[in-house]
């Protein structure tokens, strides 16, 4: 039996705010969460079925297919709702699978406004699956938020921010943005990735959506690709419901487990990852063969007095440029480390490297990426929960190739 979206679902989600009151910590190991009702198991059982048992058609447990409703995913969205303090989550495939369901929420002829800097395939996804269906997208430097009240039409139905930017680490001001999209009455979308709940909550700052990359610091493993949305309006939770499951890239229930025990260690992951991505960020900027270091934490960084406001620490994305450094002379550095592994995707608790003209962001063409500042030599890390001082040497030992 075909299936819309199931009121259930929205009954289910509002129970996981019977602890609301608990504070972050404490919500990220038991938000949503209740013992399983067959045999009181602590941690959700992994259902991993496809469909459920009726006695009579239309009469079930509550769930009858696992497009439209598993409860392992539902433990997780569950699990979503709570930690960004909104009332109803929505489990994906990925996090690109999440940002297309909330562009679905679009008709062509729409407009969005989009950060000019955000990652790679953010934007292969906006301009080249959406822009042919007649979806038109601004990327904007949203630093000024000044700017995006230039570029909104009347056609303009969603404004998307990144923030801290992949890979620039601009910082974005949220509740400018929202007082801006409030009194045009356009959709807030944030994409809270690099953050987390832990250090931003963009639904107390005035956005609509909060989306993620799970596969990141939620699931915090680099074990998982999974993606997320939390709402607090419920005509547009049903809305996002429906396509997610008319669409149907639903998170699967094993992938599901891993991001909700992902999320039970979170804020302990963050602390640390927030202090070794300062120590990190200050040895590179203290290094004299690096030129330019991105992290919002720095005093001088552009957007610093903001980030200050809306953000409970930096993270553990860093972006620098050595000096003088060339295309080939940031790949030998980062073939060079042996502590940092190079690769894509961020987040884990091991430390990741990568180079984004070639890697995440090769999908944006040259002359937009460098305008926004991916240049050649930008590396980009992902600071893990090592050891910092193994880290730092190993940082040190990689810039002797340029020697
Ligand atoms: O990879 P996926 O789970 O589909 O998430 C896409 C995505 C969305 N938003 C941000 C800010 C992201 O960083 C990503 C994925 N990013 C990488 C794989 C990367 O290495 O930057």
Redesign the pocket.
Known sequence: METGPNPNTFVRTLNANMKKSLRFNSKTIHGGQEPDKAYGAVMPPIYQTSTFAQRSPGEHKGYEYSRSGNPTRNALENALASIENGTYGLAFA????A?DAVVKLLSPGDEVISTND??G??YRLFRRIFEPFGIHFHFVDMQDPGRIEAAITPKTKLIWV?TPT??MMNVIDIKAVSAIAKEHHILLAV?N??ATPYIQQPLELGADIVMH????YLGGHSDV???GLVVRNQELAEKLAFIQNASGAVCGPMDSYLVLRGIKTLHVRMQRHCENGEKVAEFLKGHPGIEQVYWPGFKDHPNHEVAREQMNGYGAMISFVPNGASYSDAVRIVEALKVFTLA???GGVESLA?HPAS??HASIPREEREKSGVTDALIRLSVGIEYYRDLIEDLQQAFSVLK
């Open positions: 990925s996090g690109l699978a940002m955000l990652y395939g953010s990144e992949n890979p994409d990735t690099f990359s799970a596969t990141k690709i999974a993606g894509e995707s961020l990568g890697m995440t």
